[in-house]
């Protein structure tokens, strides 16, 4: 079984504080994403990376940042938490060539 | 402009019936659809998925149905059971070529379902 697993699964923050969001997963899997989700908007993807140390961006990159230096750890960092960013963060990995993404179970952030 | 969407917040059904969720898109170039689900406080898991090439993809109780030329896809779920009861969401995805990595998936802003007993 593919397992992801994130580092916390709530975190409390105040504004301007610099956060790291972890996520580690245990298959080889080449692909790593992460995703935010709201209430009525569904999942929207802030970054992934398909290799190491390569990133892109995805749909709502806007005050955050990614770091990939190892294959099964991706970890979304969050320069200056703002409340706009509270949130549940949602990590997912793939294997290159297939399109199902597997998800770690959430942080749930909560930034004062 | 939302390019998976799915219309209906939430959808009662009763136990035992047939649960039938929609999703439409509005990129021509998704050619591989996937459902999750998805309780409170848990991440998303995979439930099934469909690629263009086919309308139809069974697993048991669930099975997607794909109309390309409506761009119109939905899960039938029967019979319905009160594990059922959660958050399902289609996600879309052009299919990964090769030469690179893969793209994330675009989601739907999700349908709760609700079973009763």
């Known amino acids: 079984d593919v397992k992801v697993t994130q580092s916390s699964r709530y975190l409390v923050k105040r504004t301007g504080e610099k956060v790291f969001l972890e996520c580690v997963q245990d298959?080889?899997?080449?692909?790593m994403f992460w995703y935010r989700q709201d209430p009525g908007l569904g999942l929207r993807l802030i970054y992934f990376?398909?290799?190491?140390?390569?990133?892109e961006k995805g749909d709502i990159p806007e005050g955050y940042s990614v770091s990939r230096e190892k294959k099964e750890r991706f970890s979304l960092i969050l320069e200056s938490a703002s409340t706009n960013q509270t949130s549940m963060y949602l990590c997912?990995?793939?294997?290159?060539?297939?399109?199902?993404?597997?998800f770690g179970p959430g942080t749930r952030l909560l930034v004062l | 402009d939302q390019q998976v969407k799915q219309n209906s917040p939430s959808l009662s059904v009763q136990e035992g019936r047939i649960s039938i969720l929609n999703c439409d898109y509005t990129?021509?170039?998704?050619?591989?659809f996937l459902w999750y689900k998805k309780y409170p406080a848990e991440g998303p898991t995979f439930l099934i998925s469909?690629?263009?090439?086919?309308d139809k993809n069974e697993d048991g109780r669930f099975t997607v149905f794909l109309n390309k030329s409506a761009k119109h896809l939905s899960l039938h779920i029967v019979p319905s059971q009160p594990g059922d009861s959660a958050v399902y969401f289609c996600?879309?995805?052009?299919?990964?070529?090769?030469?690179?990595?893969?793209?994330?998936?675009?989601f739907g802003k999700g349908t709760h379902l609700i079973i009763q007993p």
């Open positions: 990376s398909y290799d190491v140390k390569m990133k």
């Open positions: 990129n021509s170039m998704f050619d591989y």
């Open positions: 996600a879309a995805s052009v299919q990964w070529r090769g030469g690179g990595g893969a793209d994330g998936l675009t």
């Open positions: 469909i690629s263009s090439i086919k």
């Open positions: 997912a990995s793939s294997l290159v060539g297939e399109e199902t993404q597997y």
């Open positions: 298959m080889d899997h080449e692909n």
